[in-house]
């Protein structure tokens, strides 16, 4: 059975009214105190309604600074009414007061009464006065002209004159004792209320709290005990900092959330039990795990690459950092290198409670590092082959000086050509790495001209070689684009392209270059008709040194590097280069520019 708890209201009022019942003398000394109030409340309203008469005309003087016509008035005004009148500026210094001589008084500004009208409009002080050597009633309110404070009025009265007052009551409380229970039954419900009131307030405020709303504070009047003001500035400061604290959290979380989705490295949290504690987007899209929302998820039905799943249970039984490459095997076939480092995950009491594990993607490193190892060893390779036969033929001619005129002749041939394919190999590395250098700090100058001269000038420059095998370089829609480029490169690349279509093409051919202008981008096509290319090599035809025949390109002089520096000069531009053959009828290559390459 629940017992119905009763209200602190009803516990205080009916204590209040049987301790008054017993105690005829508490009854009295009840009822005295609250006629004293209530002839205190008289008089400090008598004391405002004064203060708020004469502060029009203490404005006036104080905004003209008449200084001394205000102690005068002050005087003057105090003394007709039988009220000290005291006239205070903001900084506290006293102007007048007739009383004691404003020049001799201290400053005011700490006075209770002032301190209270500057905060809320209105201040009353009962107090000890040094001036007037006695107990006086102190009522104070500020003198606001148009919106500013120039200054405060305090009017006072000595309360000799009250008690004299309250003596004539006590004595008609002592046959009113009828009236005195009357009074005292209404001053007890109005205590008890006065001692709930805050509480209830707390109270309130404490369930709006409760629930969230943290910019809920407790109002409390002026009338209300220290003891229920002090605890409601408490809860109020509570309240405040609760919700600072809040809001730091709130901040911090969103930036942590934002620092942890934005991260290129994928991050992935998981407790003691193998559960997902929190799994950021780069994680998602590495591990290319389709689900969302899998925080709480068992590990093992997450992670299908069996290595990772070993590593993190591994690193949850470690207490040091976990490191290691795992390939993930994608779905299109392409394999996908991470480097997985782990860490163990602490709680706020330093004890190991799962595992944060750093995914990073180094697919392309692992690529880029798999490529110049190739590079190096092809520029060794490519280097390597004149000089041994030109070193071994020299060696020849230098041991066998007695060689007839024409082997001689044979070797020193041998040795130029070398020589000359070593020098294009040289010439052509220097270049591609000129234009890689001058892309990547964006040093090359580019200008708004046609195009079409590049073009004429680089099958200028081929036709010898062309008309050598027969093969004809026929320009189609020769019409004037103009648009911005560095025409020494393009000139380059269409060598190159020509070259490479003059070498592999039979004779008594054709190749056809044709322009096509496009809406944002212009597509210059070299076709030749030669054997073409097998598709398996179209992918890295454009890579360094790779070539489809090497024997058959060394035979022609080729150095392997003319379609790389062709597919450099592209990206120079912001475009592409690209190639579609078919075995036996030819290629057609094309270099693809954007017409406005700018930023």
């Given amino acids: 059975m629940t017992i119905k708890r009763k209200t602190l209201f009803w516990k205080l009022y009916?204590?209040?009214?049987?301790?008054?019942?017993?105690?005829?003398?508490?009854i009295v000394m009840i009822a005295l105190w609250s006629f004293k109030s209530f002839y205190y409340q008289e008089r400090a309203l008598d004391l405002e309604i004064r203060a708020k008469i004469l502060a029009p005309e203490f404005s006036r003087l104080i905004q003209s600074k008449r200084y001394q016509e205000i102690q005068n008035k002050a005087q003057q005004l105090g003394d007709d009414s039988f009220t000290r009148i005291t006239i205070v500026l903001p900084s506290g210094l006293v102007l007048g007061d007739n009383k004691k001589s404003p020049k001799i008084m201290d400053n005011h500004i700490d006075r209770p009464e002032i301190e209270?009208?500057?905060?809320?409009?209105?201040?009353?002080?009962?107090?000890y006065s040094d001036t007037i050597s006695t107990d006086a009633m102190n009522f104070a309110m500020p003198i606001i002209e148009q919106g500013n404070l120039i200054g405060f009025i305090r009017t006072s009265t000595p309360l000799d004159t009250l008690q004299n007052a309250l003596w004539i009551i006590y004595y008609k409380i002592s046959i009113g004792f009828i009236i005195l229970t009357v009074i005292t039954v209404f001053a007890s419900w109005w205590m008890s209320k006065s001692l709930v009131r805050p509480l209830e307030m707390i109270k309130i405020q404490a369930q709006r709290l409760a629930k969230g709303d943290f910019s809920s504070r407790v109002q409390l009047g002026s009338n209300d005990s220290l003891e229920s003001e002090q605890l409601g500035q408490a809860f109020n400061e509570i309240a405040i900092e609760l919700n600072q604290r809040i809001e730091t959290i709130l901040n911090q979380r969103n930036e942590q959330e934002a620092v942890f989705s934005s991260m290129v490295e994928g991050v992935l949290a998981v407790d003691s039990n193998e559960k997902i504690i929190s799994i950021n987007q780069a994680a998602y899209n590495i591990l290319k795990i389709r689900e969302k929302n899998i925080e709480g998820s068992k590990l093992k039905s997450t992670i299908d690459n069996s290595e990772l799943y070993n590593l993190i249970v591994f690193s949850l039984q470690q207490s040091s950092p976990v490191g290691q490459e795992i390939i993930i095997h994608n779905e299109n076939a392409h394999e996908q290198v991470l480097f997985a480092q782990s860490a163990p995950l602490l709680d706020i009491h330093k004890n190991k409670c799962?595992?944060?594990?750093?995914?990073?993607?180094?697919?392309?490193?692992?690529?880029?590092?798999?490529?110049?190892?190739e590079f190096v060893a092809n520029v060794s390779h490519e280097l390597r082959t004149p000089l041994t036969a030109i070193q071994g033929l020299s060696e020849t001619l230098i041991e066998f000086p007695e060689l007839d005129q024409e082997k001689r002749c044979y070797f020193i041939g041998v040795i130029?050509?070398?020589?000359?394919?070593?020098?294009?190999?040289?010439?052509?590395?220097?270049?591609?790495?000129?234009?890689e250098k001058e892309t990547e700090v964006d040093e090359i100058d580019f200008v708004d001209e046609s195009v079409t001269l590049a073009i004429s000038n680089a099958i200028f420059l081929c036709k010898d070689k062309a008309?050598?095998?027969?093969?004809?370089?026929?320009?189609?829609n020769a019409e004037d684009i103009t648009f911005n480029h560095n025409s020494s490169l393009i000139e380059q690349a269409i060598i190159n392209l020509l070259n490479n279509a003059i070498k592999y093409?039979?004779?008594?051919?054709?190749?056809?270059?044709?322009?096509?202008?496009?809406?944002?981008?212009?597509?210059?096509?070299?076709a030749d008709q030669g054997s073409g290319i097998p598709e398996e090599h179209l992918s890295r035809l454009f890579e360094r040194f790779y070539r489809v025949d090497k024997a058959r390109s060394r035979q022609l002089g080729g150095t392997g590097l003319g379609l790389s520096i062709v597919k450099h000069i592209a990206l120079a531009h912001k475009g592409t280069v690209s190639v579609t053959s078919e075995l036996n009828k030819g290629s057609v290559f094309s270099l693809i520019l954007p017409l406005n390459n700018e930023g």
Avoid at 116 to 127: E, P, T
């Fill in 14 to 26: 009916p204590s209040f009214l049987s301790i008054s019942f017993i105690s005829l003398l508490a």
């Fill in 116 to 127: 209270q009208a500057l905060i809320s409009g209105k201040g009353l002080a009962i107090r």
């Fill in 354 to 373: 799962g595992t944060l594990v750093v995914f990073n993607d180094i697919t392309k490193l692992k690529e880029f590092e798999l490529q110049r190892k």
């Fill in 416 to 435: 130029h050509t070398h020589s000359i394919r070593l020098e294009g190999i040289i010439e052509n590395l220097l270049t591609l790495s000129k234009i």
């Fill in 467 to 476: 008309l050598k095998r027969n093969i004809k370089i026929i320009l189609h």
């Fill in 505 to 526: 093409s039979n004779g008594n051919s054709e190749i056809n270059i044709t322009v096509i202008k496009e809406k944002s981008d212009i597509k210059i096509n070299i």
